[in-house]
């Protein structure tokens, strides 16, 4: 069902509505409370969320399935944990918190002394009232985390501790959504779930792709999207491995975590460098109003590093608002709801369906009448007069297209190289269109079918 | 004729007189009260004036041709205009400045009550003594301008407006003058001539070409140097339709508007970049001890947009000193006689003598005995003891010349790579080349004869 | 022999010992007292200093030999020279300071009085404490230096003047040594030996090279490394005139000099700019903790103007700590030994030995599993936990020299582009192809067998 039946790819723009931080938030919220990890119940319980707002599928990969070096872990799943003092009082409870627990902790269930207990606890001295995040995903090992100040009142007694947890066979979880575009070419976008009650890391990305694939529903598109949810590096690892023909076929993609709070943004680009993803997140960062930083590529991170692994090397990104370890609320206790707003999350969401746009609709177009400038005055193309400050951009718009649709250079080339928005540059080259000054070159795809015509005024 | 014939290139040089400024600045002064527009009479006038000085060529186009995307205007001409208040008094006059009337005003002779003349009146109201510089070629409209100052003690009763101006077929007018060198390659100097009385833009323009070509006379040269006094926009779209397989043997080009205030100067690089004229006025520039502001190109200005559209893309850049709409005075009253500078006009012809005299003698040499350095104390080509600042300059020059020619670096790309002036370089080689430890590679027009030779120290 | 037989190349790091700094400051002070000068014994006895430590082959040329566009001098020999005041008391005195004439000075024994003695003195005004250093190769002439405060305080009178100097038909005189590698492939280590009594320039570089050859003796490397101590100029044209064809070989180089005073580092690109000898040492510098200027070639300086002629274009540096002619004390009796310090000779000797360990080790590896991660916890090779510096820098290695070990990429590009330093990288790729994670790609050298599997962790 080809865009040219009517649809207009400038609905994107549509999308992008205020109440999108609110229900993004709102949803961030809903999943918060879940015990996640790598897999078991929590990873389940989160993917059955995202699937009552989308038609998500759900993959179920046995413990033990070799996932390139890789092997599918058990699942770990806790009903309780606490440490009683000896006078039976909770100073570390599970139930208050399942930051307390470090992650994939096997099971406990014993009376220890403080000096042995201590062994097993982790605080952050340095930020004595916040509960770290642990994890032990490959050693076994079990351990309490707690705020520092809390850890410094434990009396030298005997204490009762219980980690009422399983670690058993079962299955590695993860879900993935296919937004069908008029092409098999693919838009990756990937959230990881596989941490705790963290709210920005990375409730804020669940919530923020989740919206944005229910948004889409309906709008029809060049590329397909792909939204997949997915636990941490073994999560990306598993799908990579089950999907190695298909990941060729990834044109373009984010991986999208922490964007819910007030830094940055931060986008780190694909391995490649210059991939049009990277073009296009940095012209919409720059053109944002926000104080982005654009950096480049590295090893370390989330699951662009898989993607980004030289075998793949695909074009995906790292979109977030500030740069993970960059903070102090990062892996801890701090990064709760009231970390994330909803004000943060609408100018992430809206950069993204901003970059979606570009790549949506980035073509080359052709000059039709290339020697010397066409008289713009007689077809009603210049500015009004009065030299409003949006008909001069507008003006300067169409004097770039006209100059640089030479075959060479896309829109995104012309907005990047003239710094204006790639909408006022895409506006222009409508415009001059319709006015049978400009005609499309190519399209975007080289597989799908031209769309030439597709874009009226 | 070969320059070989005894001709010196170098003599460019002596084209630089301390009385060029001044006689720049008389020209502009001479023409500057003609009250010149896109066509007509004004148009005429001042070509007239330039052909007094150079044996101009001058073509009339008629009115109503098609030139690419255009047509080739009505002429207007203008006798008289002014209003009248109640008590018979003129309250503007075109007598006392031609800028009081929009260029292409229809005729008018009536009489209208001050809320309707005012519909029919541009002031700048930030500006409130300065009469502004308005336009309107191709709608049908009239108008008068005049100080916001003056506006305002306008009194509500009823005026005699009266333009006493034809708006009728006839010609469009240009000037062109080449003055032939060796080659058939070119070098275009343009100036736009459509502008009334305002002195920077763009009398002084009009005026350093004139004296440029009309010093040059005489003078042996690689290059043709064609000189193109023409209306802005459509007079350079029209010798581009008339011209159009000629364009491409223009090699390098400067559109010269704006030349005798204090700013910049400003050089905005051809739409290629890395042109010759874009290294060679970067460098003069850089070496002139003024402030210049090296822009990259971009579709608005003046007509180095038609040069540079994309279907001629000509190595075309633009020369001036302060750039155009970034000075209070431009497109007012206030760019006046008292607005431009000898001294300014002479720093700006001495840039542009010193471009033309690298893109004459730049040229790729050969170090003739590249392994190890010669010995040049032995053939007196060290510097004077003592330690000369100039010596060590020329030492430093020779050195650079010897490493660099190889093959691969002409002149000008030594003198941007030593950061040394482009005439210490050369001298070098010429000083060289006169020992045998230099030979001429190639000609810098592949066309011409070698010009191996042609210079002796 | 092959480096495989039990050669360790990181066996280069042991040649870094705390002692090596005074090592080659008690060598700089041995030769320090000699007067050399282009040709002649003090030449001799500088390299007879150097055989004393390594087997150094010395090359004698006789006068008058061509040596491409030069010709090799006389020797100039000095046994004695003063000038004497009307009391017979020596007011300039060479055996207090061989400084004290300039270097070549032309036989003298005659009567003067002051104002024609004056003619032949020269002095620092601006430094009157300090005597310069002055050479009159190529011109017969004769001079004394001198401090410009006792030069004011002679008085006027008659003054005995003898040069007791030789200048006669004799040899020009350079040694060589060479370390032989696995491959033919040459790393050139240059010195100049022709200055006087100048601690810094060059008694530090040619001690430093002498070290360096010493330590290295027995040691297996890739290359072989060619020392070269010759006079300035003259000496490395005729090393270069007579190993016309062997040039080919050198891959790497630096000219060493001025390497024992506190400033820069100094490092003078290559003319090709981006050489592996370029790219090594602005790497080991980056990485010094001190304060390196990287400077791009310019064809003045010291001997890197004759092996970076356009006719050899090697890749050879500068290598400095002050730049030459950038200090108050260059070529004047400042640069003494205690201008001169065991510890910047050790930072010096340090960087040197640093850039021949990665110029040795460089090399391509492949990852052998480049899709998605390696499980490196399974194999040990996280950093241990708690988050040690040291384990987080050497765990970001394993994830750079992983991602970009695609074929290309060599070790030092991966730690240019992390930014860690290339021993961090190296010992991180170490690791992975011990755990069978890496290959070695290919030999640095084309010609040299494998060393894949040359070193082990």
Redesign the interface.
């Known amino acids: 069902m080809p865009a040219g039946d009517g649809a207009d790819p400038r609905e994107l723009d549509d999308l992008i509505t205020q109440d999108a931080g609110d229900d993004i938030f709102s949803f961030a919220a809903r999943i918060f409370p879940i015990c996640r990890s790598i897999a078991g119940d929590g990873v389940r319980k989160t993917l059955d969320e995202i699937k009552s707002h989308i038609a998500l599928d759900i993959h179920e990969i046995p413990s033990g399935t070799q996932v ?3 092997t599918a872990p058990r699942e770990w799943n806790i009903r309780d944990a606490y440490i009683k003092n000896a006078d039976g009082a909770k100073v570390v409870d599970f139930a208050r918190s399942n930051l307390h627990v470090m992650s994939y902790s096997v099971p406990v269930r014993t009376r220890l002394a403080l000096a042995e207990l201590k062994r097993h606890i982790h605080t952050l001295p340095e930020q004595p009232d916040l509960i770290p995040y642990r994890t032990s995903y ?2 076994e090992d079990w351990a309490f985390c707690m705020a520092h100040r809390e850890f410094e009142r434990l009396r030298d007694e005997s204490y009762e501790v219980v980690i009422d947890s399983r670690l058993e066979d079962g299955f590695l979880t993860y879900g993935e959504y296919l937004h069908e575009g008029e092409s098999d070419d693919e838009f990756l976008l990937s959230a990881h779930v596989c941490h705790p009650s963290l709210a920005n890391d990375n409730c804020s990305g669940i919530a923020l792709l989740t919206h944005l694939a229910r948004r889409m529903v309906g709008l029809k598109t060049r590329y397909s999207y792909r939204f997949l949810f997915a636990p941490g ?1 073994i999560g ?2 598993a799908w ?2 089950h999907n ?1 023909t298909r990941a060729s076929s990834i044109k373009h993609g984010l991986v999208v975590s922490m964007v819910g709070d007030r830094g940055g943004p931060t986008y780190k680009k694909s ?1 490649r460098g210059d991939a049009v993803i990277d073009r296009a997140v940095t012209h919409v960062l720059r053109h944002s109003g926000l104080t982005p930083k654009i950096e480049d590529f ?3 991170g989330y699951d662009e ?2 993607f ?6 695909l074009p995906v990104g790292l979109f977030q608002r500030s740069k993970y370890g960059s903070i102090p609320q990062y892996h801890t206790s701090a990064d709760d709801l009231s970390f994330i707003k909803p004000d943060h999350l609408l100018e992430s969401y809206s950069a993204i369906v901003k970059t979606i746009d570009i790549v949506e609709t980035d073509g080359i177009y052709l ?1 039709a ?7 713009l ?2 077809r009603g193309l210049y500015g009004s007069i009065g030299g409003k400050r949006d008909a001069a951009m507008q ?2 718009a169409i ?2 297209v ?5 075959g060479a250079h896309g829109l995104l080339d012309i907005a990047q190289r ?1 710094d204006l928005p790639f909408a006022v540059i895409r506006q222009a080259a409508h415009a001059l269109q319709a006015h049978g000054l400009l005609v499309r070159a190519e399209p975007a795809i080289a597989a799908a079918p031209s769309s030439a015509g597709d874009v009226a005024l």
């Open positions: 390139f070096d890789w490959y050693a590096t990306a690892i990579l491995a190695e391995r590295s090893p370390y590093r898989q980004c692994s030289p075998g793949f090397n000059n009448a290339p020697k010397c400038e066409p008289q005055g007689k003006t300067m004097l770039w006209l100059n640089f649709s030479d003239s």
